[in-house]
């Protein structure tokens, strides 16, 4: 079935360091991907989405495209900032179906 | 901004027991959904219900899990007998109803049940 394998956490940076989160999946046909956030005590928010190949999705300063080549779904951000600790999650959604398949999460903190 | 609610924030049963984990959608959304994240393991969908009844589930929902929306806010997600692998964080989450395209999920914060 399908699955999204995302980097095992916790990660820990610096204010105003480089961030990539690495995603990748398994899945039939083209899915469409998503990332995620969740803030401490709230739920999960759509950060991110991209639904078809070569797609860049981008909000707040991340980014992630969609390579099919390498079915991978990266999240990236130049700067990072205390307010972005959070957790990350990658997801994929398959046409047809309502359910996302999610990642195991990805913890984020980040020291002023 | 309109916001996915859940109750309660925790709960703790005994094994055995029933439990009804409650949420209250979003109020113009009519598709809505549980997952559930067992400790250290990935985030897993459960059941989706649109227009009154399950439109998927995932083999995890067995008959020991029944979805109800007893009135025009509330949805609820019942465990018939709990068991010790039930424990883990309850997700709800709602979505709009569009005629095509992507419907953002938008989450609840979560329910976490332990059962002992």
């Known amino acids: 079935g399908d699955s999204v394998t995302q980097m095992e956490g916790p990660v820990t940076l610096s204010e105003e360091a480089f961030l990539t989160i690495n995603c990748t999946y398994t899945a039939t046909g083209y899915p469409s991907l998503f990332w995620y956030v969740q803030y401490p005590g709230e739920g999960l928010q759509l950060l991110l989405k991209a639904t078809k190949a070569d797609d860049k999705g981008s909000n707040k300063g991340f980014e992630a495209t969609y390579r099919k080549e390498t079915t991978s779904f990266h999240l990236e951000k130049g700067s990072v900032q205390v307010s972005d600790s959070a957790v990350y999650f990658c997801?994929?959604?398959?046409?047809?179906?309502?359910?996302?398949?999610f990642g195991k999460g990805t913890k984020l903190t980040v020291n002023p | 901004e309109p916001e996915v609610t859940q109750t309660p924030s925790h709960q703790v049963t005994q094994m055995g027991q029933e439990v009804i984990l409650r949420c209250v959608p979003i109020?113009?959304?009519?598709?809505f959904y549980w997952y559930r994240q067992i400790l250290g393991q990935k985030v897993e969908f459960l059941v989706s219900f649109y227009n009154n009844e399950i439109s998927e589930k995932s083999e995890i929902f067995d008959d020991q899990f029944s979805v109800e929306r007893p009135d025009g806010s509330n949805f609820t997600l019942k465990i018939r007998s709990t068991k010790l692998e039930d424990s883990a964080m309850y997700f709800c989450?709602?979505?709009?109803?569009?005629?095509?395209?992507?419907?953002?999920?938008?989450f609840g914060p979560g329910t976490r049940l332990l059962v002992l």
């Open positions: 109020s113009n959304h009519l598709y």
């Open positions: 989450a709602s979505s709009e109803t569009l005629s095509q395209g992507w419907k953002t999920q938008y």
């Open positions: 997801a994929l959604k398959q046409g047809g179906s309502e359910k996302l398949v």
